[in-house]
């Protein structure tokens, strides 16, 4: 991937069955390191009774990961967090130096030619992050990643995606950056 003069590697993982939230926690990091294994595993800590059916994840086990083992996860192998994002204020608010990537869940939908049915219960997770000097959609469902621009077209696009209430978006960030809150930018006051 190029941009104009600069040459930048992405890392993108591609979809595997239900592992979207998988796919997008190895892409926000640029590197494998959460695996299925890890991820059930935290599923069945959370909820230790319930092996088949258990509520972080799928019934029959093939992903669908709840937030619950995206925040579990990115505390325990990255000593991150994922942060809720409070849609009704402007994205713009976010320091995206301070970031190290977001996280947006969306409805899983199904075409069916020229339709789209939503796939009930079913949620979608994909990565955007910046690397280099412009953003990427790192969606495990695109056959390459796609630029999204520099960080006006990125705050854009993700206004975009938060106009539907069945989206909801969350900023990683190290631990340090979370209890100081410097992902969100210092309102600025005028004289």
């Known amino acids: 991937m190029t941009n104009s003069n600069e040459q930048v590697s992405v890392y993108h993982e591609r979809q595997q069955r239900e592992l979207c939230a998988m796919h997008a926690l190895n892409n ?24 088949w059916l258990n509520p972080h994840r799928s019934m029959f086990g093939l992903g669908n990961y709840d937030i619950n083992v995206i925040m579990s996860a990115v505390q325990r192998k990255k000593n991150c967090e994922a942060i809720w994002f409070d849609k009704r204020k402007d994205p713009a608010c976010i320091d995206t130096e301070q970031i190290i990537g977001f996280i947006l869940n969306i409805p899983n939908k199904y075409d069916l030619g020229f339709v789209a049915v939503p796939l009930l219960g079913r949620r979608h997770w994909f990565a955007i992050k910046k690397i280099g000097a412009q953003f990427w959609n790192l969606d495990s469902k695109l056959k390459v990643p796609k630029s999204l621009g520099n960080e006006n077209d990125v705050m854009e696009f993700i206004r975009k995606q938060l106009l539907e209430n069945d989206k909801e978006l969350f900023i990683v960030v190290t631990k340090e950056v979370a209890s100081a809150q410097s992902w969100m930018k210092s309102p600025t006051i005028e004289t």
């Open 28 to 51: 926000t990091f640029q590197e494998k390191v959460f695996t299925k294994e890890f991820l059930d595993e935290i599923c069945l800590q959370l909820t230790p009774d319930t092996n």
